[in-house]
């Protein structure tokens, strides 16, 4: 009797399980992460078996050993791994996420069927065929001709056109790739539901809040002296409430907005504004010094654009003790330019930063409330940046101060005074 050769390539049983458990708690979870890491477990193992098929059919249909009870548990194990294998395979090919694999010539190699409804793939037809050849005409070729180095967000779906993708794609193995495509579209039609329902409140309360304001600015507290420090207390209260109304109107407003109206924006009055607007909330409570050396304009929307630096340099009078300074400053910065705020206040704890620009997020809720907040500034700032093409970065030490910076690119630049694009 021959005596079976060592396969080459074996996958514990007990892995197959846990990793098709794995892909079944990502399914039935449905979240980003858990659905995301269960995929990419599902496909490496996926591959592996479009890789060996051949060897594991070898494996199952090997000689006969010399000792047959040694025969019986390797095809017994055999017999398990494939079945293991099938398992996690028909797993894979019944998540509603879109999964394909990309072999290192760019070829389709698999794909499971939820790639079929959403990418449009159709097998046998697609598999071995260029991936961008077959999404030619589609979004989804230009960002993979781009190299498809960041994710891509609320793309049309090339299999249904009223759905919409977020798309990833993850190299691994020798040279391959994982293509992954979910319908975000449900998601869509919550975040647009959740701006009507901000944007319609807001609306109805600016009315009512208008009028209780009104009427408290009627009464003379010197009539009723012993109601003096509750009217103070409501007046600033009513007014603090306005404006939150007013940030949500124009957050919400932002939020819907594609693009602006490009003015040229002289940014020697527009800074000169926002120095004199953080004086009057610092009532000279705090140095404020300001540096002009970019000579540029900018390109875009005043209106927002005086809000958004504007907010920058009123939080840094909210969060700087008194005796604080604060430098407000626009340099160049390569091709473009840089508008920042730097100040001696607080800081920020690294754990904060990333979130900093997310509506109502606060380092200290007490401290924001005190300093007369909203919660909203940086949320406006953000969005205002994303219309200009510009970029917010924070740097900022607990006890030293932070700096909050704008990069503007060379497209939005004009020269100062005049009338063509530096």
């Given amino acids: 009797m021959i005596q079976p050769a060592a396969p080459s390539w074996k996958l514990p049983a007990a892995l197959a399980a846990a990793l098709l458990a794995g892909a079944l708690l990502g399914w039935l979870a449905n979240r ?49 791994i494939a079945s293991n294998l099938r398992d996690v395979r028909n797993a894979a090919s019944q998540l509603p996420d879109a999964v394909v694999l990309i072999d290192r ?48 967000n609320d793309v049309v779906a090339p299999g249904q056109a009223e759905s919409q993708l977020s798309v990833s794609l993850l190299p691994f193995g020798d040279h391959e790739q994982l293509l992954l495509a979910r319908d975000i579209s449900h998601l869509n039609r919550l975040e647009q539901i959740r701006r009507d329902f ?10 009512p809040l208008t009028v209780i304001h009104g009427y408290l600015e009627l009464i003379d507290a010197d009539d009723v002296p012993e ?29 819907t907005q594609h693009e602006v109206v490009d003015e040229r924006v002289p940014m020697s009055g527009l800074l000169s504004t926002v120095r004199k607007e953080a004086e009057a909330l610092s009532q000279g409570r705090h140095r404020i010094t300001l540096e002009s050396t970019a000579e540029a304009d900018l390109l875009g929307s005043p209106k927002d654009l005086h809000s958004a630096l504007s907010n920058l340099a009123s939080n840094a009078v909210r969060y700087t003790p008194a005796g604080g300074s604060i430098t407000i400053r ?53 969005h205002v940046l994303n219309l200009h093409q510009a970029q917010l970065q924070v740097e900022s030490t607990p006890g030293a101060g932070s700096t909050f910076s704008c990069h503007f690119g060379a497209a939005r630049l004009l020269v100062a005074g005049g009338s063509d694009e530096m």
């Fill in 32 to 80: 980003h992460v858990a659905a995301g890491i269960a995929l990419v477990a599902v496909a490496e193992v996926v591959l592996l078996l479009t890789r060996n098929r051949h060897q594991t059919r070898l494996m199952m249909t090997a000689p006969v050993a010399s000792d047959p009870l040694q025969h019986d548990r390797f095809m017994t194990r055999s017999r398990r």
């Fill in 105 to 152: 010539q760019q070829q389709i190699r698999w794909f499971n069927h939820a790639a079929e409804d959403l990418l449009g793939l159709r097998r046998p037809h697609d598999r071995g065929v260029l991936l961008q050849q077959r999404l030619a005409g589609s979004e989804l070729a230009d960002w993979l001709r781009d190299g498809a180095r960041e994710s891509l």
């Fill in 198 to 207: 901000v944007s319609n409140v807001s609306h109805e309360l600016r009315t």
């Fill in 227 to 255: 109601l003096a420090p509750v009217l103070g207390e409501m007046r600033a209260q009513s007014k603090r409430m306005g404006q939150i109304v007013e940030d949500l109107l124009t957050l919400s407003r932002l939020e």
């Fill in 330 to 382: 626009w340099q160049r910065e390569g091709d473009g330019a840089v508008y920042s705020v730097i100040d001696t206040g607080f800081g920020i704890p690294a754990s904060h930063l990333a979130r900093l620009t997310e509506r109502f997020y606060r380092v200290s809720s007490s401290r924001s409330r005190d300093s007369g907040g909203t919660g909203l500034g940086l949320s406006i700032v953000k």
